[in-house]
C-alpha cells in the first residue's frame, strides 16, 4: 500500500457525526409533519407535505448513506488487514526486479548526487523527474496509531516510506533511459503533503518527486 502517513483520521468520529446529523433530520422532519397534520386543515397537507418532504427526503438519504459507510467501512479495512501487507511487499518486489533489470542493462546505477563537473564531453542535456503518490491504508494507520500511544519508531510507516523514495528513484532511471540520457546529475528527492482543503493536518498521502539532470556524453 503506498503511503506516508503523519496524522491518524478519525473514521470513526466521522461516521458518528454523520449518522447523528441524518437522525436529527429525519426526526425533525417527521415531527413537523405530524405536527402540522395535527394542527393543520386538510387542505393544507400538499403544501405540508412540499415543505417537509425534502426534508424527510434528504434525511432518508443521508441515513442511508451513513448505514452503507458504518457497514461498509469494517470490511474495507478488514480487507486491508488480510491483503495491503502483502501488497506493499509485491510492489517493493515488483520496484527490486525493475531496479535489478536497469542495472543490469546499463552496468551501472545512471543517477548521482553530485554535479558530474568531472565530465567535460557532454553533448545534451534536460532536466528528469519522475514522481509517486503514496496513499495509507486504514491498517497502516490503526497500527501507527497504536504505535503512538506508547511511543518510538513506526516501523510500518518507515516500510512504505522506503518504498516510495525506491518507486520514485526507479521511475527517475526509466525516465533517463527513455529520453537517451547516459547519466542523471545532481539527483534530489522532495516530498509534499496532500491533505484536505481547510485540514493541512490530517495528511491523507504525500507525493514523492525524484528528479535531476539528464546529461548525454560524446
Known amino acids: 500500500m503506498r503511503a506516508e502517513v503523519i496524522q491518524v483520521i478519525d473514521s470513526d468520529a466521522t461516521r458518528t457525526r454523520v449518522l447523528a446529523i441524518a437522525a436529527l433530520l429525519l426526526v425533525v422532519g417527521f415531527a413537523g409533519v405530524v405536527s402540522a397534520a395535527e394542527h393543520g386543515g386538510g387542505g393544507d397537507s400538499g403544501l405540508e407535505w412540499l415543505l417537509w418532504g425534502p426534508l424527510i427526503l434528504f434525511g432518508i438519504i443521508i441515513t442511508i448513506i451513513g448505514i452503507v459507510w458504518a457497514v ?20 517493493i518486489a515488483d520496484t527490486v526486479q525493475r531496479e535489478g533489470q536497469t542495472l543490469a542493462t546499463l552496468g551501472r546505477d545512471p543517477l548521482t548526487t553530485i554535479d558530474g563537473g568531472y565530465r567535460t564531453n557532454i553533448t545534451s542535456c534536460g532536466i528528469v523527474w519522475a514522481g509517486v503518490v503514496y496513499g495509507p491504508s486504514h491498517w497502516f494507520l490503526l497500527r501507527g496509531f497504536l504505535n503512538n500511544l506508547i511511543g518510538g519508531s513506526i516501523d510500518v510507516f518507515q516500510k512504505v516510506i522506503s518504498a516510495g523514495r525506491a518507486e520514485a528513484m526507479q521511475r527517475l532511471r526509466e525516465q533517463a533511459v527513455a529520453h ?3 547519466d542523471v ?4 528527492i522532495d516530498t509534499s503533503n496532500m491533505a484536505p482543503q481547510g485540514a493541512k493536518s490530517l495528511v491523507k498521502a504525500v507525493e514523492i518527486f525524484a528528479y535531476g539532470t539528464g546529461v548525454k556524453y560524446g
Open 72 to 91: 461498509g467501512y469494517p470490511i474495507m479495512l478488514a480487507w486491508a488487514v488480510l491483503f495491503s501487507g502483502k501488497k506493499l511487499d509485491d510492489q
Open 180 to 182: 537517451g540520457y547516459d
Open 185 to 188: 546529475i545532481n539527483v534530489r
